[in-house]
């Protein structure tokens, strides 16, 4: 397992507090905003791992295009209480990385 760029983690956390600002009630089943946020980034050593196999491609700003919107994702998703968040998130990390790197999906799943 490598460190994880904080960049990533802090951008995640962004994200998720969005969904926080709007929907507070979401942080109480988890016991409150740090751990909601602690249960989000616990998807961030995978996001982390795609930008550093994906370093090359990226023609945007990994932060932005994919950690944050991931974060906000995540959050959304425990808002709803997906039952396959690893499932939902890892398609939606495809999609993102994809699209930061300038292909669409089914050109990335063909690789």
Same mark, same amino acid.
């Given at each position: 397992?490598? /460190? ?6 802090? &951008?995640?956390?962004?994200? !998720? ?10 942080? !109480? ?12 980034? /616990? &998807? ?8 550093? $196999? ?9 932060? &932005?295009?994919? !950690?944050?919107?991931?974060?906000? &994702? ?6 709803? #209480?997906? #039952? $396959? ?5 890892? #398609? /939606? ?10 292909? $669409? ?5 063909? #690789?």
């Amino acid at each position: 397992m490598n /460190k994880i760029d904080p960049i990533i983690i802090g &951008y995640m956390a962004i994200g !998720a507090q969005k969904v926080l600002d709007q929907h507070p009630e979401i942080a !109480a089943p988890y016991g409150g905003e740090k751990e909601l946020v602690a249960e989000v980034l /616990k &998807y961030a050593q995978a996001a982390d791992d795609l930008a550093s $196999d994906k370093m090359f491609e990226l023609q945007g700003d990994f932060a &932005y295009e994919v !950690a944050e919107p991931l974060g906000k &994702y995540i959050a959304e998703r425990m808002l709803v #209480r997906e #039952r $396959d968040m690893d499932g939902a998130v890892a #398609r /939606k990390t495809a999609l993102l990385v994809a699209e930061c790197c300038g292909q $669409d999906l089914e050109e990335e799943q063909e #690789r």
